[in-house]
């Protein structure tokens, strides 16, 4: 979706989701901006997803660095096409989708201006730290959240902060699922960032 004031939404949705699912997120976030929204590629028992894993919270770290990369490269060749650059770029993921976007931001973090992790938690531990000034990232975590645990959630903050991204924990009292006071909450964090229309 072609927006009109420069920002671009990559938006990546969760297990069994698709390229749909997250565009209303998107336009309430920002609804001048440009969206990218590709589906996963892994099909787990007829569920999109962006990368492969063993169990749940369990993921298959090949499989995850290869699907970054390949996320990575569909990025640089859209900002080619459309004529747009990293900076202009902000994921908002979703659990799965938001696992991807981390791990965006850890392997490949020249792609992404920054962030919107909702439920989302360590994709994998980084062997150094990386340089992540200048990025800003939201994550907003459910209390009773049943499969993202708090401590995982926090371990993430800790190593994107490590890394020098400026980054905003938010626990809500929620579970796994997505509640609109949280979007109103991704929506007045990401507004600094827009460009005036």
Known sequence: MEGKNGRVILALHGTGGNEEDLLPVARAIDRNASVLSPRGKVNENGSNRFFRRFSEGIFDLV??????????????????????????????????????????MLRKPQVLAGAILLRGMVPFEPASPLDLKGKR???????????????????LATILRGSGADVDLQIIDAGHNLTKEEIET????????????
Not at 141 to 148: A, H, L, R
Not at 186 to 197: D, E, F, G, I, L
């Open 186 to 197: 991704a929506k007045a964090w990401y507004a600094p960032t827009q460009v005036a229309t």
């Open 137 to 155: 990232v939201l994550m907003i975590n459910g209390k009773t959240d049943p499969i993202v645990p708090l401590d995982n959630a926090e371990r």
């Open 63 to 104: 499989d995850l660095s290869e699907q970054t990369d390949d996320l990575a490269d569909f990025l640089i060749n859209a900002a080619s096409r459309f004529g747009f650059a990293p900076e202009d770029i902000t994921a908002v993921g979703y659990s799965n989708g938001a696992n991807i976007a981390s791990s965006l």
